[in-house]
């Protein structure tokens, strides 16, 4: 559901839908570690890293937006 240049409105947006629409919790993000452009993307929308993981060979991290309000990330 992150898309690079979304804004935090745009944000705001999506994680009401995914709420209200789908009764989702959390959000998930994955990347490759050598992927720079989208690392940044899960970071300036509020997205945690909470697992370093291998795409086959290519490092990579997991990242979640909780959308419960509380400050522990659903994994």
Request: hydrophobic content about 40%; overall charge positive; some cysteine.
């Amino acid at each position: 559901m992150t898309v690079p240049g979304v804004r935090p409105p745009k944000r705001s947006l999506i994680c009401g839908v995914a709420v209200a629409e789908y009764g989702l919790t959390a959000l998930r993000a994955e990347t490759t570690l050598d992927n720079a452009g989208f690392r940044a993307v899960p970071a300036r929308t509020g997205f945690e890293p909470v697992e370093d993981v291998m795409f086959g060979a290519r490092p990579g991290r997991r990242y979640v937006l909780d959308l419960r309000g509380d400050a522990s990330p659903a994994r």
